[in-house]
């Protein structure tokens, strides 16, 4: 079987808004998808499109996880974190290369690739995501 690279789409999107951005709520996300005039609005057509399908189908893979998000401190798990093994999993390595700061996920053609273009690689984290 061929190995199918993400290079776009909702899930990448939004992993690649909580790496950025940290920890934000549902809201947050979606103010932050209308604001982003490079995306597509048929991706999301609503806040609760956006709850119900795309943040509960990541959810269920293990891509992002509740966390408490600055904007809601009072409550504990009101908003969502990205786990980068997992939401990157299978993230094309040109892609993983430009965001900033650098994704650190231990995958061989991510490596490699940082090392053949002179990109400093990621430290390793010794955190439990």
Known sequence: SKLYYVRGGPHLWISSLLHKRGALTTAKIWEEFQRDKTTNPDDIQSKTYLKAKILSQMEAEGKI????????????????????????????????????????????????YLQENGIELPKKDHRIE
């Open 65 to 112: 996880a509740r966390a408490r998000a600055p904007d809601l401190p009072q409550y504990k798990y009101g908003g969502w974190k990205v786990r980068p093994s997992r939401a990157f999993k299978n993230t094309a390595p040109d892609v993983l290369a430009q965001l900033r700061p650098l994704p650190n996920v231990r995958r061989r053609d991510y490596l490699e």
